[in-house]
Structures are given as C-alpha cells and as structure tokens.
C-alpha cells in the first residue's frame, strides 16, 4: 500500500476530515484534495501543510485532479450539494446523483483500483451508485454509515450513566436517516445490558436525539463537520492499519440489494464480513423499514 488518500470535495466535511487525519497518529504517507473549486482546493492544502510542523503525523499534502486517483488506496467522497436546514438527506438524491455518475467515471478512467468511501447525502443510496457506476467489487465501496450516529448515541448513553463513551457497545443502524434505530437488545455498558439500566421510555429519547441531532445542529449553525470529519478519519485509519475493527459502516447487503449502515469488519481490503446479529423481532421490523426507505430512493435514481 501507497497509503495514498485523496479527498474530493473540499467544503467543511472534507477539509474536517483533513485535519482530524493531520492531528491524530496516522499512517497516511499522501493526502490529496480535489474540488471542482480548484483554487479552494489549493489554499485549503496550504493551509493543512502550515500545521505539519507541529501535528503528531508528518503526510505529504497537495491539491490535484482525478487523475491522480490511479494509486490512492482511498478515494474519500465528501463532493455534492450540502444538505439545507429543513431539508432531509434524501431530498438531497436528485440532486447529487447525477454529480456522482461523472465523478466515479473519471476516477475509474485514473486507473483506480482501491477503496471507495462515501460521505455524501444521501450517502446509503450514493454509496450503492457509487458501487454500480464502478464496477468495483462491494468490498471495496462502503459509506460512512451510522458510525457518527452510533457515537451520537454512545455519547449520549455514556452521558447518563456517567461513564466514558468508549465504554458503551451500542448502535445505531440502518439508513443513515430518519428511518436509522438503535440495536437495543444487543447494547451493553461494561458488559451488563443498557436495558437492564435505563428504563424504555428513556432509552426511547435517546434514540430519537441520535437520530435527529444532525438537524439539530444544522439549524444552530448551519451544517454538520466535526463529528463526521472524526468518525471518517477512524475509519481510514481502520483501513490502512488492517485493524479488522467492528463499525456500522454503510456495507453491501446481499439479501436486500442494498447498502445500509449495519456493524461489519473493516479491514486492509475493505469489508470482511458482515456481522451477524440476532435482532428481536421489532428490530426486524425497523431494519426492513429502513432498508425499502433506501430501496425506493435507489429505484427513484435508477429511472
């Protein structure tokens, strides 16, 4: 591995993600920032490079073109139009769909032969696209899923039980939405199970705050960065060390046709496996809810 990545889009998401990776431990040896704005995209790699003589990671960073994808081991998409206030991730589908057929083509013209992650809204239905206009094995293009939402909820969980949030198993899955829920019957706090702590009722707010904080944040300031930028340079980080860790990234789902956020191993070659969890029977219910939801938003592209 070159432990090359390149970042298209170069907005708040993107450029999150650059410095979350440039202040933290990394093996990224390259960073390259592509963007429509091509001007953008150079002063935002200036700008990171200032920061290297003081970060924990010394990476090469510059701005570039899709060209130059042909020997990332990444190609991180945070490009399309941002989600408004008001305005649901899938409302966002016909709009960046038709950004996305072009941009994976050209990317595939480079030579890439990597990994695909998706970032954009909505990112489960974009995630699929980008997997077909590829043609790139499902192991290798997976979104970033519900891991931001995932770590919403254990923050909030950990919050209650006064504990720190690495110490919360808890998830967050389905379509990275409104219809996205939480695994209760599989969510544990040092081994004892949370609904043994928490009453439901409870347990039922904090799920719905999870679930709706993004527009939470978006009415308050406009758009959401920080918490994904982190969550996205864990999982390349997650990639490029081999570390086989478990995350409820957006993955291929044979039985449905479909990619949606659900706990998988994530390894150098992508997607291990995924997981096999025994869900109660509501859950059931939800997770097949939530996955039509993303079926008829990937139907409405495909016509």
Known sequence: ????????????????????????????????????????????????????????????????????????????????????????????????????????????????????????????????????????????????????????????????????????????????????FALWSCANVGGQAITDLIDEEELAQIEDYARKEAYVIIEKKGATYYGIGSCMASIVNCILNDENRILPISNYDELSGTYNGYPAVLGANGVVRRIGLKLSGEEQKKLNRSIETIRDAIKEAES
């Not at 190609?75 to 941002?82: C, K, L, M, Y």
């Not at 909030?156 to 967050?172: F, G, I, S």
């Open 1 to 180: 591995m070159a432990n090359k990545v390149m970042i298209v889009g170069t907005g708040n998401v993107g450029m999150s993600f650059g410095y979350a990776l440039v202040h933290q431990r990394t093996n990224v040896n390259e960073l390259v920032l592509v963007d429509i704005n091509t001007a953008d995209a150079e002063g935002e790699a200036i700008d990171l490079r200032d920061t290297l003589a003081v970060s924990p990671s010394y990476l090469k960073i510059r701005s570039g073109s899709y060209a130059d994808a042909g020997d990332c081991d990444i190609v991180v998409i945070t490009a399309g139009v941002p989600q408004k206030p008001g305005e649901s991730r899938m409302d966002l589908l016909k709009k960046n769909a038709a950004i996305f057929k072009d941009m994976i083509g050209q990317i595939m013209a480079s030579g890439f032969d990597g990994i695909f992650l998706v970032v954009s809204n909505p990112m489960d239905v974009l995630t699929y696209l980008t997997w077909r206009y590829s043609g790139l094995p499902a192991e290798r293009v997976i979104g970033s899923g519900t891991v931001l939402d995932s770590a919403r909820l254990r923050y909030r969980l950990a919050e209650r039980l006064h504990t720190h949030p690495k110490n919360v198993h808890a998830y967050q899955v389905g379509e990275h939405g409104d219809t996205e």
